[in-house]
């Protein structure tokens, strides 16, 4: 398996423009996170999803986030309109019932 | 509400050190700890899982214990090497929720 697949690696874009971040889990994972790292917060959990449906989204930062699951090989993170204080790492991980959850290599994201 | 400190922020150990990484947490009904590795750069890196009926969680060089009565867990690193250099991440897991430390950032000394 190759891993949990995040695209972009890397986005620029200017404020108040959308962002889609992608993420497909390994293949027989149930459980999907998404999270946020930044130097002044570490690493926080945003949303996650248990077979595509989301279970706890109370670390969304804001109603301009917004993350979807259609099937169990994809899920999105929105940012619409994006903000330079959303500027950060965002990782996806996944896991099976087992709870060791695998990242993804991450996606930086820059709102200038 | 649950907080998870990692003591020290960064350390810097001659290469071949046995060496003990620190995570405090306030709530000790947790279901269960993770540690992590992290490369600038990289995505985090699962190294142990600790479940809360066990107290350690062995992976050759690294040993992981967690005594859930005082809030501890420690990373224990054997003979130390420069490829051992990164961030050190814990995070607790309860119910729905998954709280991180803001890592240990170590450097091994060639």
């Known amino acids: 398996d190759a891993g949990v697949i995040q695209s972009p690696r890397h986005e620029v874009t200017e404020m108040g423009q959308e962002v889609t971040l992608r993420c497909k889990p390994i293949?027989?994972?149930?459980?999907l996170f998404w999270y946020r790292q930044t130097m002044m917060r570490g690493l926080e959990l945003l949303i996650y999803?248990?077979?595509?449906?989301?279970?706890?989204d109370s670390g969304m930062p804001e109603d301009r986030f917004s993350a979807k699951m259609p099937n169990a090989s994809f899920s999105t993170l929105k940012i619409q309109p994006s903000e330079p204080r959303d500027s950060a790492v965002y990782f996806c991980?996944?896991?099976?019932?087992?709870?060791?959850?695998?990242f993804g290599p991450g996606t930086r994201l820059t709102v200038l | 509400k649950q907080e998870v400190t990692q003591i020290p922020a960064a350390l810097s150990v001659p290469e071949g050190e046995n060496l003990v990484l620190n995570c405090s947490f306030t709530?000790?009904?947790?279901?269960?700890l993770q540690w992590f590795r992290q490369d600038p750069g990289k995505g985090l890196t699962s190294l142990l899982l600790?479940?809360?009926?066990?107290r350690e969680q062995t992976s050759g060089r690294l040993n992981a214990s967690l005594d859930k009565s005082s809030g501890r867990s420690t990373l224990y690193i054997a003979a130390s090497q420069p490829g051992d250099s990164a961030t050190y991440l814990c995070?607790?897991?309860?119910?729905?929720?998954?709280?991180f430390g803001k890592g240990t950032r170590l450097h091994i000394l060639p």
């Open positions: 293949s027989g994972h149930d459980y």
């Open positions: 999803f248990n077979n595509n449906v989301p279970i706890d």
């Open positions: 600790i479940q809360s009926s066990q």
């Open positions: 991980a996944s896991s099976d019932f087992s709870d060791e959850q695998f």
């Open positions: 995070a607790v897991f309860r119910d729905d929720k998954i709280i």
């Open positions: 709530d000790s009904a947790i279901y269960n």
